[in-house]
């Protein structure tokens, strides 16, 4: 089973890649139809962050929102105090 670290929780996604591949891709893809009342548009991230698990791309992209999402969050603490 592999793992997927979102902020300070571990979520589980399937452990096949090509059930993960295929999950990621139709939220993905169910994402852009979120102006459908069933489907909404949290889908789109949500189904990147499971293919960021098998493709180095998204992989890279999500790294990089992880850093800047941190380096901000420090700036924030930083000027409170």
Known sequence: MAFVKV????????G??????????GLV???VLG???????WMI????????????LVRRGRRKTEIWWGRRK???EA???
């Open 7 to 14: 902020g300070n929780a571990k979520v589980r996604v399937p």
């Open 16 to 25: 096949s890649p090509l059930v993960r591949m295929a999950l990621g891709g």
């Open 29 to 31: 893809a169910g994402g």
């Open 35 to 41: 102006f459908l009342p069933v489907l909404g548009f």
């Open 45 to 56: 991230p949500l189904g990147l962050v499971v293919l960021s698990v098998d493709s180095p």
């Open 74 to 76: 420090r700036a924030k």
């Open 79 to 81: 000027t409170k105090n």
